[in-house]
């Protein structure tokens, strides 16, 4: 991984990263965001990314889905330029997104969220009933509407959705916000599962058991820049320097 910050270690792999940015800048209607931010995560990787609020996680996040439009800089997937393209392509490419509130449809069941997905992603090995296989829940509430469901069980299909998809990189942003601790647990379960299986993951998150339970990376974000970028351990190991950035 590469980093903004003399103080970080040198990235744990060597081959050509699942997803990168390099000097990526954004933001909003003509006011920057992110000024010049650098990460990269291999095959199989679990990069967490951390901050306080407001310091850019979640418009990285949207810029690297093509949901806004880079100013500057760089966005690699598996090797490809796709700064500025548009989600569409993005996803195909493999890159699956469960965006911060779930953004589940009221009206439409749990079985139809699941068949919309299915037809719009790419061919795979994750389907319908390996999908409830993993998160079996959702097979019990398959007739219900996405506003019947308790938070967890909106978690559970957005996740789910995404899967659908197919992506060789999963973007999850803040996935354990106002969950329960035991819905949290099977977050932490779910992720453990698709990276044994070689799938990538950048998570967002304020919850810093559930992050540091599934990373192998850590990048900690301030002002929209990379201030950290170190492995889980080094992270562990440096408790007053994750303090002092965190405001923990």
Request: with cysteine; glycine share 10%; hydrophobic share 40%.
């Amino acid at each position: 991984m590469t980093s903004q910050s003399p103080q970080s270690s040198p990235p744990p792999h060597s081959h050509t990263p699942v997803l990168s940015t390099h000097g990526l800048v954004s933001g909003y209607a003509g006011s920057r965001v992110l000024h010049g931010v650098d990460i990269a995560i291999p095959e199989g990787g679990v990069l967490a990314l951390l901050g306080r609020n407001g310091v850019g996680k979640t418009t990285l996040v949207s810029t690297i889905m093509g949901l806004i439009r880079p100013m500057a800089g760089s966005v690699m997937i598996a090797g490809q330029e796709v700064a500025g393209a548009r989600p569409d392509r993005i996803a195909r490419l493999g890159v699956g997104l469960v965006p911060q509130g779930r953004r589940v449809f009221a009206p439409l069941t749990v079985a139809e969220h699941l068949e919309i997905a299915d037809r719009s992603g790419r061919s795979g090995s994750w389907t319908q009933d390996r999908v409830i296989e993993l998160l079996p829940r959702l097979g019990e509430r398959l007739r219900n509407r996405g506003d019947q469901l308790s938070g967890g069980e909106q978690q559970m299909l957005a996740i789910a959705r995404s899967l659908l998809t197919n992506p060789t990189i999963l973007l999850l942003d803040e996935p354990s916000d106002g969950l329960a601790p035991s819905i949290v647990n099977q977050v932490a379960d779910v992720i453990h599962e698709v990276c044994g299986h070689g799938m990538s993951v950048l998570i967002v998150e304020q919850n810093l058991r559930l992050a540091l339970s599934v990373a192998d990376h850590v990048v900690v974000m301030q002002k929209g820049t990379v201030q950290w970028d170190v492995p889980v351990e080094e992270f562990r190991r440096n408790r007053l320097r994750a303090e002092e950035l965190l405001g923990i």
